[in-house]
């Protein structure tokens, strides 16, 4: 049988209005009542119902996280290190992989929605920008432009890009391999080809960009480049992998530097985002936005840096 609010009252010695108190953390009660709630909560398995709080015009107190994948190492870490501040602030999460599909993402945009979470932080970029001004709840974005209203954060990718294309030239690559594999919205993470270009061009070094999802990569690079430079590290292990299976060894640079990929191939030269200070910005962000404080909708680029092995 599920726990009620009247269940747990009687388990703590107190009055259901206590039990209430204690949930919506209001009111001034002691220590030891607010210990004894929450210890007849857990022996009861006793959950707070988020939907009727909401109803009553209280906080939820859940957060949505909508990633376009959590495959990719650098989405899982960021996802957890988001996840893990929220709970200390005393927020759950909703984490949701859109799968990099547009219907997954309507669908999992409007369970957030139904179940009125007190905010999202979204870095999925499937659906048009008006869906995202329907929704009721504060957003905020990381990497994507999801609408003129809703701020984005994001690292600074123009010179992460900059300091890859700088890594290559100066051991000495002359025809370079610019894979790209993202959307065509207007998202910061184009920033990172056009601050390679831009180095580049300026150091008349040859490159070509290549949309790696409509190349063969077996037989695109052999003979014609000397260096890649790759928008993620997932990519950038790939083609280290298969060059290698040809017995050429790349010279190459990726882009993210998680944790796991540092650990499990310390010898990739990448582009290091800072997972903990994006993590703070979006939700320092996002809790202002529910706090109904103005916010920087132009949010100054977090500095990235290059870890070369």
Do not use: W
Not at 65 to 87: H, S, V
Not at 156 to 178: S, T, W
């Amino acid at each position: 049988m599920v726990a009620k609010l009247q269940d747990v009252a009687k388990l703590a010695g107190v009055s259901v209005t206590t039990v209430s108190r204690v949930i919506n953390n209001y009111g001034s009660l002691s220590e030891k009542t607010i210990n004894k709630v929450h210890a007849a909560m857990r022996e009861l398995n006793y959950r707070p119902n988020a939907l009727a709080r909401a109803m009553q015009g209280k906080s939820s107190k859940f957060v949505g996280l909508i990633f376009p994948n959590l495959t990719n190492p650098f989405y899982a870490e960021l996802g957890n290190e988001i996840e893990r501040q929220l709970f200390k602030l005393g927020y759950k999460t909703i984490i949701a992989s859109s799968a990099e599909n547009k219907a997954i993402e309507h669908e999992y945009l409007a369970m957030l929605t139904a179940n009125q979470v007190d905010g999202i932080i979204s870095s999925s970029h499937n659906l048009d920008i008006d869906e995202y001004q329907h929704v009721d709840a504060p957003i905020v974005s990381f990497d994507r432009r999801l609408s003129v209203n809703i701020p984005t954060v994001a690292s600074d990718n123009y010179y992460g890009g900059h300091l890859a294309a700088q890594y290559l030239v100066e051991h000495g690559a002359k025809e370079i391999a610019i894979l790209i594999d993202e959307d065509t919205s207007a998202s910061p993470t184009v920033n990172r080809v056009q601050g390679a270009l831009d180095y580049l061009n300026h150091h008349a070094v040859n490159a070509t960009p290549l949309d790696v999802n409509d190349i063969d990569i077996t037989t695109e690079f052999p003979g014609k480049y000397d260096a890649v430079l790759a928008t993620n590290d997932v990519i950038a292990l790939e083609i280290r992998q298969i060059m290698r299976d040809q017995g050429v060894e790349p010279l190459i640079t990726g882009y993210d530097g998680s944790q796991l990929i540092r650990r499990i191939a310390p010898d990739l030269v990448t582009v290091v985002q800072p997972v903990a200070a994006i993590a703070d910005c979006l939700v320092k962000t996002l809790m202002k936005m529910m706090q109904n404080q103005e916010v920087e909708l132009e949010i100054p680029p977090l500095p990235v840096t290059l870890a070369n092995g």
